[in-house]
């Protein structure tokens, strides 16, 4: 058989259908279709059963799937192997973060790299997924919790801090005197909750905390969606200092007990030392650890 269609096999196994399975391996959910039919035709075996709600692994394809991780998993141990050999500064190298902290704090700083390699470039994901450096589906993640994993290298990047905002133009029509007022004003959240029913989010912990009764009522996981309500005057919201603090339409709120969440820079052991992920890990370093202050003022 042709062993480069075990990651098809190995894609539609998970996804549990052609078009999920295509998307994650960036082809056309024809060509899924046809590796695994091939597949299928070498091994004399049927793979999978069609449903009505999609792909499903046979016996057959269940006893083989452990196996088949098992190359999978030696191939991209290889693969990361070769790479981290690369010595030259020409290439791209993935990273992932949060969505909000790529794109508001990663992104326009990443883009300076340009200017120092011109060859090198970078492709961020800020879809919010958490992607698995192991198999290569990125060569960095700066993440806001430690991965346990033994076979990733972490550094921890202090922390961001949050704050309590709310527009200019929102508290001259509704003036705030203090956090005990706050269950008479509106309140915009990344996670919803009731006195019954806490959230697990650290920012709205900490609403849900300053303002038992609430009952938020804009619900966004993504700060960037937040600020853009806040700043449209729906009403009171937690935001990163480094959003909220750098936005002159708003106004932070004495609240007590601010969080701070953590930042996390992840990288594979076996390719922390590649000449490409290297510049791209010392550059991040050296932004957060200068911008300490910017992410978590509670330090300056």
């Known amino acids: 058989m042709n062993w480069d269609d075990l990651r098809y096999i190995l894609a539609v196994a998970q996804s549990g259908s052609l078009t999920r399975a295509a998307r994650a391996l ?7 279709g046809r590796r695994v039919e091939a597949a299928e035709q070498a091994l004399g075996l049927k793979l999978f059963a069609r449903t009505r709600s999609g792909y499903v692994a046979t016996a057959d394809a269940e006893r083989l799937l452990g196996e088949m991780r098992a190359v999978e998993d030696a191939v991209i141990a290889l693969e990361r192997a070769a790479h981290a050999r690369k010595s ?5 190298v993935r990273v992932t973060a949060p969505e909000t902290f790529g794109s508001a ?43 346990p994993q ?27 005197r203090g956090v005990s007022e706050l ?14 029913k806490r959230p697990s989010a650290l920012d709205a912990r900490w609403l849900a905390k300053l303002c038992p009764d609430a009952r938020p009522v804009l619900v966004c996981d993504v700060s960037l969606a937040l600020l853009a309500a806040c700043k449209a005057s729906a009403g009171v919201a937690v935001l990163p200092r480094y959003l909220g603090d750098a936005d002159p ?5 004495a609240a007590p007990d601010a969080p701070a969440e953590p930042v996390w820079l992840t990288v594979h052991k076996d390719m922390r030392d590649m000449a490409l992920v ?6 991040l370093a050296t932004a ?13």
């Open 288 to 300: 957060m650890t200068r911008d300490a202050a910017l992410l978590d003022p509670a330090t300056a």
């Open 105 to 147: 704090y990663l992104a326009p700083r990443l883009a300076q790299l340009h200017h120092e390699h011109p060859r090198l470039g970078v492709s961020l994901n800020v879809t919010g997924a958490v992607l698995d450096l192991g198999r290569r589906e990125a060569e960095v993640a700066v993440r806001m919790f430690r991965t």
């Open 150 to 176: 033994e076979d990733l290298a972490v550094r921890r990047m202090g922390a961001v801090r949050y704050g309590l905002y709310a527009s200019r133009e929102y508290l001259s029509r509704r003036p705030l």
């Open 249 to 253: 339409s708003l106004e932070r709120l």
């Open 26 to 32: 960036a082809v056309d959910h024809t060509t899924v």
């Open 88 to 92: 030259t500064l020409d290439g791209v």
């Open 278 to 283: 290297r510049t791209v890990l010392d550059f």
């Open 183 to 196: 269950r008479d004003h509106p309140l915009l959240s990344s996670e919803a909750f009731t006195r019954s």
